[in-house]
């Protein structure tokens, strides 16, 4: 009767852990991160806009919390999609500039660890829709950085309705689905990857899942769909073509979000809502159409115009809800902060990104950055930018949109934020001493990532 009873009790325990288990892991949240492409910092209607349709970014924000002071990891594609998916600084992840978009060429050093691969290994389904920009080489393609599932473009951008990849050619078809090379000619990629988003939301819904939607919108082409063509023709060019791609964007993750309401899954589900870079003033974007507002610069430069972007995170069972934070952060904060969240330990080695828990959970929180350091491209001649404080350091700084205001005295360009945040005017002779502090602070990190 004895061992019977200790046999019953030992059951009990044994069951009584895998349901605890099973309720723990049914109610992890899901993670959808949506990363949009050459958006402007104040490209919808809760950041300003008053010439644009937004309904959806402003739904997040409403529901959620919206930074008003958050940084890129950098100012170009493929870096900032490693800060974004290894918490690390770009330079430090192996990217400090773009990737290849051809095929055979390897991207990010398969040592670095992603968000898809920690939430793998912890119990989570990983999905890729869209754009991936960081490698066209089997071990450096989504599947072997830690996704189960992988939808969309290797390269840095492609035609929405033949999916080939834009402005070089010819024969550079680049669609594909785990690996291997699909076609759907003349199916929008904007329906194709809301399609992809759902059905891995229903395939999933029973588990936790970490989905990365890349939506490569509204970087060049600027293909917005028929009703938003029409709804903006009265606005000026280059605006009114990527207006209507914004709004284009911005139904199509309306789209999704109905759907996780629909399965009763929203308040569980932590969206961040963030572009990875300011935008475009290429000849390929018709010079510009995009909205930074009294920011200096663009995507492709480190001035504000360039890396200060749009940002949200919405998690209705949790987090506050119609708030703003001020505070200083950087898009490689999401990797700490998301595992946080999900009750992962961060990996052993070295995160530049900061956990936001705090600072979402109250506005009184201070930023958890002392300073933060950006470097785009290699050796002397890179940009690079040192912030601590209301101060920022630019070297070798160049402005995209107004590259003849750059002058050789403007080699490091000081400026202070809380002063003159449209940065117009170099105070680097004013404030030597400031500027002998950042750049030290700037060559401790160069050495240190150089090794």
Request: aromatic fraction near 10%.
């Amino acid at each position: 009767m004895l061992r019977t009873s200790v046999f019953g009790c030992l059951l009990a325990v044994v069951f009584g852990g895998l349901l605890q288990s099973q309720l723990n892991g049914a109610d992890r949240p899901n993670v959808l991160i949506i990363y949009t492409d050459d958006q402007g910092t104040l490209d919808a209607n809760c950041y300003g806009s008053d010439d644009l349709i937004t309904p959806n970014f402003d739904r997040l924000a409403e529901t959620g919390v919206r930074f008003t002071q958050m940084y890129s990891p950098s100012a170009i594609c493929s870096a900032s999609r490693a800060g974004l998916l290894t918490g690390r600084f770009p330079a430090r992840a192996g990217v400090p500039s773009n990737v290849s978009s051809t095929k055979g060429v390897a991207g990010m050093p398969t040592e670095e660890v992603t968000m898809a691969e920690l939430f793998q290994q912890n119990g989570y389904r990983t999905g890729h829709v869209g754009k991936w920009h960081l490698g066209f080489t089997e071990p450096t393609m989504p599947n072997a950085q830690g996704f189960l599932s992988s939808f969309g473009h290797m390269g840095g951008c492609i035609d929405n309705y033949s999916h080939f990849f834009y402005w070089q050619g010819p024969n550079r078809h680049d669609l594909w689905r785990d690996g291997t090379e699909i076609w759907q000619d003349g199916e929008y990629f904007g329906d194709s990857m809301v399609n992809e988003c759902q059905r891995l939301i229903t395939d999933w819904k029973e588990e936790p899942f970490f989905i990365y939607w890349a939506i490569n919108w509204p970087h060049y082409p600027l293909q917005g769909a028929a009703k938003w063509r029409k709804e903006y023709t009265d606005l000026p060019h280059p605006r009114r073509e990527y207006a209507a791609f914004v709004s284009s964007l911005d139904e199509r993750i309306g789209l999704v979000v109905d759907h996780l309401e629909r399965l009763g899954l929203r308040d569980n589900t932590i969206i961040v809502l963030q572009s990875d870079h300011g935008h475009s003033v290429e000849e390929r974007t018709h010079f510009g159409g995009g909205n930074p507002g009294p920011y200096r610069g663009a995507k492709g430069c480190l001035f504000e115009g360039g890396i200060r972007v749009p940002s949200i995170v919405s998690w209705p069972k949790r987090i506050p809800k119609g708030e703003v934070r001020e505070q200083m952060a950087v898009g490689c904060d999401w990797f700490p902060t998301l595992a946080e969240y999900a009750g992962i330990d961060k990996p052993d080695h070295r995160l530049d990104g900061k956990s936001l828990v705090k600072v979402i959970a109250d506005e009184s929180n201070p930023t958890p950055h002392d300073s933060l350091y950006w470097q785009l491209g290699k050796g002397k001649n890179a940009q690079w930018v040192i912030r601590k404080g209301p101060w920022k350091l630019l070297g070798n700084p160049n402005d995209r949109r107004e590259p003849k205001s750059i002058t050789p005295a403007d080699k490091l360009f000081l400026a202070n934020l809380n002063e003159d945040k449209t940065e117009s005017a170099n105070l680097a002779t004013k404030y030597p001493e400031v500027v002998t502090e950042l750049v030290n602070l700037q060559q401790e990190y160069f050495a240190e990532i150089d090794d």
